[in-house]
């Protein structure tokens, strides 16, 4: 074009240009898509999984420790509903009346066992270094995505807000860990530990049956979530300090419990590895799970773009240019310090007495005004 050219040839090429120009164009919205496309499909594959998994379904997963035995009543053992009923500490008809099925209000001595629950865990938690956290409840789909989660699609745990990029949050995992998202931390500063209290919302889509009565499986609870970033060598070494904090915790309490390595099957897209820690409830006759610890390596981080820059002292090149240590991708892990209902259930269920009442932990009473029992409302 900028030599010299018949003007018949000039406009030949300008309109030849025009045409790559447009198909440009073209192409970088095919592009897009396809990336798209690809992310789609990236996200269905899980994370790899520690070679000490047991394969399998939930039924393969395999016994780690045992703390503990059932207590034993020479009553009748009441569930946590008829204790709760008795007591006059929940309200499952109203609330079913103003917001649905697997809604409740907590009333009396249940609230203030709730606020107890939450203030304890997190003073005990912030001991081993921990930040404390209040987090969003409302976040983008995309966060909710690179954590792992399928805020969209069939027998979705996540409440989406129609004609909003946005969700509703299912644990505080996943706005702490949109915390740090597309940055480069130092190495000094690692780990980062947090632990957050939230509010948490959950369809439980497809859940029904006697196993999910009352408080066991709700659509809106508070949670106490532990969250931490490490280097990746030593992911594996906090997975351990985390199901120890949930084991002294459950274990201050009075709870009898067990903890489970658990199967492939059962470790859901994120996790590398995952311990659940299922306590009894002898009203419900069984033992239910009321907390996880979960490993997550850099599944989370790839997506959500968190690094660490290592501290190796810069090299120099031939031309004198610095080089500073390739940034490598942060670990995360996650456990739950207490899941409020299912503690209350716990609670109620394994410290009922005869006359109707129902005993406090002795670590909670401070945090309750030094009440050491629940009574019927008559005495």
């Known amino acids: 074009m900028k030599g010299k050219l018949e003007p018949s040839e000039r406009q030949k090429l300008v309109e030849e240009g025009k045409n790559l120009k447009e198909g440009l164009t073209t192409l970088e919205e095919d592009l897009i898509n396809l990336r798209d496309e690809l992310q789609l499909e990236a996200q269905c594959i899980p994370n790899m999984t520690h070679p000490d998994v047991p394969i399998g379904g939930e039924d393969s997963s395999k016994l780690r420790n045992v703390v503990g035995s059932p207590l034993s ?75 792992g989660f ?23 995992e996943i706005p702490v860990g949109g915390i740090h998202m597309d940055s480069i931390v130092s190495e000094s500063s690692l780990p980062l530990k947090y632990v ?52 002294d915790l459950f274990s201050s309490l009075g709870l009898h419990y067990k903890t489970l390595d658990m199967a492939t099957g059962d470790l859901g897209a994120p996790a590398y590895r995952k311990f659940d820690v299922e306590a009894w409830m002898p009203g419900l006759g069984r033992y239910g799970e009321i907390s996880s610890a979960s490993n997550c390596t850099d599944y989370q ?39 409020v209902p299912r503690m209350l259930v716990c609670l109620l269920e394994n410290f009922q007495q005869e006359d109707g009442s129902v005993i406090i932990p002795k670590p909670l009473r401070p945090f309750m005004g030094g009440i050491e029992a629940i009574y019927p409302k008559s005495r």
């Not at 999910?212 to 949670?223: A, I, N």
């Not at 002292?313 to 390739?326: I, V, Y």
């Open 73 to 147: 009543f020479d009553f009748p053992v009441k569930d946590h509903l008829q204790i709760g009923k008795e007591l006059d500490l929940f309200d499952f008809d109203a609330a079913a009346e103003v917001s649905g099925s697997k809604f409740y209000y907590l009333k009396n001595e249940a609230v203030m066992l709730e606020i107890a629950l939450v203030n304890w865990t997190l003073t005990e938690v912030m001991k081993k270094s921990f930040t404390p956290l209040t987090t969003p409840e409302i976040v983008r789909s995309s966060v909710v995505e690179k954590c």
């Open 150 to 172: 399928q805020p969209r699609g069939e027998n979705t745990q996540v409440y989406s807000i129609e004609d909003s990029d946005q969700c509703l949050i299912g644990t505080a």
């Open 196 to 247: 957050a209290f939230s509010h948490c919302f959950r369809t439980e889509a497809g859940a029904a049956g006697t196993a999910t009565r009352g408080l066991y499986r709700v659509h809106q609870f508070s949670k106490v979530e532990m969250f931490i970033l490490c280097k990746q060598e030593e992911s594996d070494m906090y997975h351990d300090e985390l199901i120890k904090i949930e084991e």
């Open 301 to 339: 981080s790839r997506r959500l773009g968190i690094r660490y820059r290592p501290s190796e002292s810069p090299t120099t090149s031939k031309k004198g240019k610095t080089n500073q240590a390739t940034p490598k991708f942060v670990h995360t892990l996650n456990a739950t310090a207490c899941a």
